[in-house]
């Protein structure tokens, strides 16, 4: 299964984007999905999950009230709204699926990645 991220971007600080990720060969509609982000240098963080059915949700610190997560169960789609952003969410931004249902944070839990979509925010 293979993931596609997509809606990644230059935005100037103060703006919007958001990403989608969807699978090609099966459909994550009952699965948690992940994004995560590296920037240059440093270590893949976790920015958002959510559980399958988007009745849990968490965010990282850094993001919290400005991204949302969500996830189209009859798609199985999930999605980054990114708004306010700030140059240090420069990044690339994977999403992953995991196998089970539940929210996971930890990205070694995660089976399905994405290729990874780059967010770039000037100053």
């Known amino acids: 299964v293979q993931l596609q991220a997509s809606g990644g971007g230059l935005v100037q600080a103060g703006g919007s984007l958001r990403l989608s990720c969807a699978a090609a060969?099966?459909?994550?509609?009952?699965?948690?999905m992940g994004w995560f982000h590296q920037a240059p240098g440093k270590e893949r963080e976790i920015v958002a999950a959510i559980n399958w059915n988007g009745a849990a949700t968490y965010l990282a610190d850094s993001v919290k009230g400005r991204f949302t997560i969500s996830k189209d169960v009859c798609k199985g789609t999930g999605y980054l709204q990114m708004n306010s952003l700030k140059p240090e969410d420069t990044a690339v931004y994977y999403c992953?699926?995991?196998?089970?249902?539940?929210?996971?944070?930890?990205?070694?839990?995660?089976?399905?990645w994405g290729w990874g979509t780059q967010v770039t925010v000037s100053s």
């Open positions: 060969g099966r459909t994550l509609s009952n699965n948690a």
């Open positions: 992953a699926g995991s196998l089970g249902s539940a929210l996971i944070t930890e990205g070694t839990r995660y089976r399905y």
